[in-house]
């Protein structure tokens, strides 16, 4: 994985008192890849597992793809508070033993009912994106916390790219469905380490009288508040290394929400749509075109971070035209160069908004508890998730694999004008404080 989204620290990236030093981070992140790795790499073979089970046409493949992510959805909320009260290194050990059984009880189903079941336990018990960060927010904050934020997101654009194909290597030796028992390991390593980690005391974190401060400024700002200050311009006694102000909830889970939406509604039918504009491409190829924004993401996504912590808003906006711009090239490429570049384009767009995003979650965890703010931020993002999969399906089966990239490209242009005049908003905001 080439994210580095932790640089060298200085003297003001010092981890605090009760706050977790950068080999913690990682392997946080390292954790956070061997779960994702897991959860994302055996999915993509369910058309090969469920005849085994008594689906021979494999029907059932694309409602068994999404029933971890609506149980998720459903459970990262309860597991947020949970977290929150008695303590998020205990509630990330949970998430990653919940992985570990889930996975085991799929490799052993015999029978689709059976198999369906341990799905939805993954999904239940699972939860490690708001588990991981809940404990990360808890130990850190600001542009630390960001950071990352953004070395996590990092770690599952890396699993995202590397576990089909290890998977599919595997499969020749080991039935992707017995895969599930092999898979139960990595979980059980994660929790290993994991409990080597200290439990984290949020720095700084703010008293009850300082949270109720926040909520009363929050509430005078608006519909909209500031996600960051113009490079340069802080106030007296602020952090020179941290945006100022930060975004409502409802707007941060809006964005979250349409971003989701608009970059996942391509992936379940982006083989089919270049496959029917690239006569006879080989499966390789196809792997590899599906991987190139996430690749993009791993190759700047600190660069990316750096350049945009003090202005999140615009990242955001620019992040949903570049996505727009990407989708709508998907609609058009008919070559392999023109594919590509369209893939890179999306690619660019998803850099910018998973990082910018990160930014304004750091943010918003000033004064929250992390727990709750994360699993309710999970719930939205897998709302997303599951939104753009039923609609991909739905416009696919009328009116071909074109469709589903048209839709994301009107929902991204649409989220676009709305970031771009937050973005403004906020500028206007700063340049009359």
Not at 246 to 259: I, M, N, Q
Not at 277 to 303: E, N
């Amino acid at each position: 994985m080439t994210v580095d989204a932790l640089p060298r620290q200085s003297e003001r990236d010092a981890a605090p008192p009760g706050g977790i030093g950068r080999r913690q981070v990682h392997a946080v992140a390292a954790c956070y890849f061997v779960a994702s790795f897991a959860a994302l790499g055996l999915p993509p073979y369910l058309t090969a597992i469920l005849p085994g089970l008594g689906d021979p046409q494999g029907r059932w493949a694309g409602v068994l793809y999404i029933v971890p992510t609506v149980f998720s959805a459903l459970g990262a909320p309860l597991w947020g508070r949970l977290a929150d009260r008695y303590g998020r290194k205990r509630l990330l050990l949970r998430a990653q033993l919940g992985l570990a059984v889930s996975f085991l009880l799929a490799g052993a189903a015999d029978s689709l009912p059976a198999f369906t079941l341990a799905l939805v336990l993954q999904g239940f018990l699972g939860g490690t994106f708001a588990a991981t960060n809940g404990y990360l927010a808890a130990a850190l904050d600001g542009a630390r916390l960001s950071r990352a934020l953004t070395l996590m997101q990092g770690s599952a654009r890396a699993a995202l790219v590397a576990a089909p194909i290890l998977v599919g290597a595997l499969s020749p030796w080991i039935d992707p469905h017995r895969q599930y028992l092999l898979m139960a390991v990595l979980p059980l390593a994660a929790a290993v380490l994991l409990s080597l980690l200290p439990e984290p005391g949020r720095p700084g974190a703010g008293t009850t009288a300082e949270a109720g401060a926040t909520a009363v400024a929050e509430a005078a700002a608006g519909a909209v508040a500031a996600a960051g200050a113009v490079a340069g311009a802080t106030p007296t006694g602020a952090p020179a290394d941290e945006p100022i102000g930060r975004t409502p909830l409802r707007v941060l889970y809006g964005l979250e929400f349409a971003f989701v939406f608009a970059t996942i509604i391509s992936f379940p039918y982006l083989i089919a749509l270049a496959e029917e504009r690239l006569p006879g491409v080989s499966g390789t190829t196809t792997g590899v075109l599906f991987a190139l924004p996430h690749l993009c993401y791993l190759a700047f996504a600190a660069r990316t971070h750096t350049a945009f912590l003090h202005r999140p808003h615009t990242g955001i906006a620019l992040g949903f035209g570049f996505v727009a711009l990407g989708l709508a090239g998907h609609s058009v490429a008919d070559s392999l160069p023109a594919f590509a570049a369209v893939r890179l384009l999306l690619g660019a767009g998803l850099t910018l908004g998973l990082v910018c995003l990160s930014v304004l979650a750091a943010e918003a965890c000033r004064g929250r508890a992390p727990g709750r703010l994360f699993g309710s931020l999970e719930f939205v993002s897998k709302g997303g998730a599951v939104a753009a999969g039923a609609v991909a399906a739905l416009v696919n089966g009328r009116f071909g694999a074109t469709s589903p990239v048209l839709v994301g490209t009107a929902a991204a242009l649409l989220a676009a004008v709305a970031a771009a005049a937050l973005s403004s908003h906020s500028r206007q905001r700063w340049s009359r404080s």
